[in-house]
């Protein structure tokens, strides 16, 4: 084989790498929206008593609430319920910390911070995912859905109105993401 048809090859090798390599993206890309999707759904659709175990349920109580923040070019979103389990769904990468119970009381902090805000939260049907300049907490309660939205750009600077919601679901998922960093380890299989 002469050096020009060793180039032609290697030019082919190339080319087929590179186009395998965008059409695994693209997939693994929809399976990461698929996963992220639908860890957030639990939230909204699984029924409180099913969500929380056994524990009596008040009717209009606050079971849990949901923080929905444009990071960058993705999404995070941050769940605390009563029972005090925290979890973390990020968006494009499709990695999820679920169900923790490492930060119960800072869970329980942000839910109960979120039952301050019923009184003042606009009762919805749907939990869209905001545009990328906003930010959206999800209040559950027993018999319906509300939700506070505040400016992304402002709560990040403190000026905020929903302040001290974005404060406790930002304490929770830096707890999470603490506790993840941390934890000890699984040694790869040889």
């Known amino acids: 084989m002469d050096a020009d048809s060793l180039q032609l090859v290697l030019y082919l090798l190339m080319g087929c790498a590179a186009l395998g390599f965008t059409a695994w993206r693209k997939r693994r890309e929809k399976a990461n929206l698929a996963l992220y999707e639908g860890l957030r759904e639990i939230f909204y659709t699984t029924a409180p008593e099913d969500m929380l175990g056994s524990a009596p349920l008040q009717p209009g109580a606050v079971v849990g609430v949901a923080m929905d923040w444009p990071i960058k070019d993705t999404q995070a979103t941050v769940i605390a319920c009563t029972d005090g389990t925290g979890s973390i769904y990020m968006k494009k990468q ?5 169900g923790a119970y490492g930060a119960a009381d800072l869970a329980r902090a942000f839910v109960a911070e979120a039952a ?5 939260a606009e009762k919805v049907d749907a939990h869209p ?3 990328p300049a906003t930010v959206y907490f999800y209040i559950r309660t027993t018999d319906a859905l509300y939700r506070v939205s505040d400016s992304a750009s402002a709560l990040l600077v403190g000026k905020g109105a929903a302040e001290p919601l974005f404060a406790a679901g930002n304490d929770l998922m830096t707890a999470l993401f603490k506790m993840a960093d941390t934890a000890e380890k699984v040694p790869e299989q040889a």
Do not use: F, T
């Open 94 to 98: 499709g990695s999820a910390i679920c």
């Open 116 to 120: 301050r805000w019923v009184d003042r």
């Open 129 to 131: 995912e905001p545009d």
